[in-house]
């Protein structure tokens, strides 16, 4: 039997993480504005054919298909499809579920009329391939529209929190908070788009009512930091101090009564 290559493993490991935990119920629960709002500002119509790369549980898929849309949602963490067809189908919309590497689309050049990813694309570790590939399989004059956290917001910040507790990030992997960044999109992108809009956005979450509750859920659903809680698992000692240091990020944003704002970019542009 041949090893498996170094990628592979990679993929597989970044898989596993996304399966972790409940990440549609953080989706559903906690963002779930992101996905309309991004719809909205894409301009998506009937009959256009659609593609939402690492789509997870439809976040954006599903309001794109109420739109009248012909959607394709991507992801590269099929369980997360089971959550997202039974939401499909109590939305009363068509979608169809598509494991993909957004690195490595399995999809023809110029298939769809709009590109769209919504807190998702920036988690593949290799930003230009997925660039790419995003630019690939669209047509002349199709859409781009992206909600990515920014490096500054309040995801930015817990993922630089988390950092020195989680396991090294593979060879050359980029950290995924880049994408919020309009500079940095705009250089993955290069002369290929053009009518950029950037606009940084705050996403007002309201659910948790204490630092402690936002941290508790993120520790039971949200796959990044449960991989991080296991990295350090047999040290208790940092394990307590990650709790802390979760809880007071929180209570630096807090605006009252557990309101927090998180901070995104919403990006949209044009192929070339």
Same mark, same amino acid.
């Given at each position: 039997?041949?090893?498996?290559?170094?990628?592979?493993?990679?993929?597989?490991?970044?898989r596993?993480?996304?399966?972790?935990?409940?990440?549609?119920? $953080?989706?559903?629960?906690?963002?779930?504005?992101?996905?309309?709002?991004?719809? #909205?500002?894409?301009?998506?119509?009937?009959?256009?054919?659609?593609?939402?790369?690492?789509?997870?549980?439809?976040?954006?898929?599903?309001?794109?298909? #109420?739109?009248?849309a012909?959607?394709?949602?991507?992801?590269?963490?099929?369980?997360l499809?089971?959550?997202?067809?039974?939401?499909a189908?109590?939305?009363?919309?068509?979608?169809?579920?598509?494991?993909?590497?957004?690195?490595?689309?399995?999809?023809?050049?110029?298939?769809?009329?709009?590109?769209?990813?919504? $807190?998702?694309?920036?988690?593949?570790p290799?930003?230009?391939?997925?660039?790419?590939?995003?630019?690939r399989v669209?047509?002349?004059?199709?859409?781009?529209?992206?909600?990515?956290?920014?490096?500054?917001?309040?995801?930015?910040?817990?993922?630089?929190?988390?950092?020195?507790?989680?396991?090294p990030?593979?060879?050359?992997?980029?950290?995924p908070?880049?994408?919020?960044?309009? #500079?940095?999109?705009?250089?993955?992108l290069?002369?290929?788009?053009?009518d $950029?809009?950037?606009?940084?956005?705050?996403?007002? $979450?309201?659910?948790?009512?204490?630092?402690?509750?936002?941290?508790?859920f993120?520790k039971?659903c949200?796959?990044?930091?449960?991989?991080?809680?296991?990295?350090?698992a047999?040290?208790?000692?940092?394990?307590?101090?990650?709790?802390?240091?979760l809880?007071?990020?929180?209570?630096?944003?807090?605006?009252?009564?557990?309101?927090?704002e998180w901070?995104?970019?919403?990006?949209?542009a044009?192929?070339?």
């Amino acid at each position: 039997m041949n090893k498996p290559s170094v990628n592979s493993e990679i993929k597989a490991k970044h898989r596993a993480m996304w399966a972790l935990g409940d990440y549609p119920a $953080v989706a559903t629960e906690v963002v779930s504005a992101l996905g309309p709002a991004l719809v #909205q500002a894409s301009g998506i119509k009937q009959g256009d054919r659609v593609l939402d790369i690492a789509a997870g549980s439809g976040n954006a898929a599903i309001p794109a298909a #109420q739109a009248g849309a012909r959607v394709t949602a991507a992801d590269l963490t099929p369980e997360l499809f089971e959550q997202g067809r039974r939401l499909a189908e109590r939305a009363g919309v068509s979608v169809d579920w598509q494991e993909a590497d957004a690195e490595d689309l399995p999809f023809s050049d110029g298939s769809f009329d709009a590109a769209i990813s919504c $807190v998702g694309i920036m988690f593949a570790p290799n930003h230009q391939a997925s660039a790419d590939e995003l630019v690939r399989v669209l047509r002349t004059g199709g859409t781009i529209a992206l909600s990515n956290w920014t490096p500054d917001g309040f995801i930015g910040q817990m993922f630089s929190t988390m950092k020195p507790y989680a396991p090294p990030p593979p060879p050359g992997a980029q950290p995924p908070p880049l994408w919020g960044s309009q #500079q940095h999109v705009e250089n993955l992108l290069g002369e290929r788009a053009t009518d $950029v809009v950037a606009r940084r956005e705050k996403l007002t $979450v309201d659910r948790f009512g204490t630092a402690e509750e936002f941290r508790d859920f993120f520790k039971a659903c949200y796959g990044p930091t449960i991989n991080t809680y296991r990295n350090i698992a047999e040290d208790p000692d940092r394990v307590q101090a990650l709790d802390q240091d979760l809880v007071e990020l929180a209570r630096r944003h807090d605006l009252g009564g557990g309101t927090v704002e998180w901070e995104y970019l919403l990006f949209t542009a044009r192929k070339r």
